[in-house]
């Protein structure tokens, strides 16, 4: 058949290739990472095979479309604002930048935790073809925003990223220390994090700490229960760290994960509003009393 057209969707190279006819309707599409192509009209088969053979590559499964398991029906029942997914790395940061305070220090600050934040994400979304995935900026009622949260075949792990400013880092059982600024709180606040998170997700979840950019990272002998992390090593450990979930769990918690109402508190219904009285008419105003007879 003459005039179909092939559509890419998604992330070049990951996405699917949508097959539509020359009115915009979708016939079928071809799955990348699961190399299966699911046509909707059994009609055009053939037609479908011919115009996405260029993109074909080994041994290809063609059928219906599969039925949608739990995750994907509960993304597709999500609000729109709901979903944590298109989340950039520092999504907040991005806005405190543009609509924060003018202090040039504070400003600084921001934009070193900015691009930390920024090369830890990008490390974590490039694991997405080994089967990871990654929610940037999740909210956390009583500890502000986690910075990462990636899910994978090793685990669930809550990552805290930290700037290194190429000096050197300490991490100790309650404290970081960057050069000779102040102590910051942060291995206290990831283990609190990953503590709410597992309660939340009902899984397991591991603190991590992401330094970027130390020139020495030294961590106390004591600190085990925390994965420490920097960005040339970060991805390849994560990858090399023994399974623990299975894919379709990977998927589950991501669905879950991804949604906003998985973290925040429900919000409470507006009171009723009471019934307005309406107040009885006036009684219309009476005769005026005439005066003593004879007057």
Not at 75 to 100: C, I, S
């Amino acid at each position: 058949m003459r005039g179909l057209k092939v559509l890419p969707s998604g992330r070049p190279g990951r996405g699917r290739l949508y097959v539509n006819l020359p009115d915009g309707q979708a016939v079928a599409w071809y799955d990348r990472q699961a190399n299966r192509i699911s046509v909707l009209a059994d009609d055009h088969r053939e037609a479908v095979l011919a115009v996405l053979r260029p993109y074909l590559s080994g041994a290809v499964s063609i059928g219906p479309p599969p039925v949608p398991t739990a995750a994907e029906m509960r993304r597709l029942a999500m609000p729109p604002d709901a979903d944590l997914a298109p989340n950039r790395p520092g999504e907040t940061l991005l806005a405190e930048l543009e609509h924060g305070t003018a202090g040039t220090r504070s400003r600084h600050r921001l934009r070193q935790d900015l691009t930390a934040q920024q090369r830890m994400g990008d490390a974590f979304d490039a694991l997405e073809p080994d089967g990871w995935r990654t929610l940037h900026c999740v909210p956390l009622p009583g500890f502000g925003r986690i910075d990462h949260l990636v899910i994978g075949p090793a685990g669930i792990f809550c990552v805290r990223t930290v700037p290194g400013r190429r000096q050197r880092a300490v991490v100790g059982d309650l404290l970081l220390t960057v050069g000779r600024a102040e102590p910051r709180p942060d291995p206290r606040w990831v283990r609190g994090a990953a503590a709410r998170a597992t309660a939340v997700l009902d899984a397991k979840v591991t603190p991590a700490l992401a330094v970027v950019d130390a020139s020495r990272l030294q961590t106390a002998p004591t600190v085990r229960d925390i994965r420490i992390l920097q960005p040339p090593t970060a991805t390849p450990d994560l990858v090399a760290s023994p399974t623990v979930l299975k894919r379709p769990d990977v998927e589950a918690l991501f669905a879950q994960a991804r949604d906003t109402r998985t973290w925040l508190p429900p919000t409470p219904p507006p009171p009723p509003t009471p019934p307005t009285r309406s107040r009885p008419a006036p009684a219309p105003p009476g005769r005026p009393r005439s005066g003593p007879a004879g007057a």
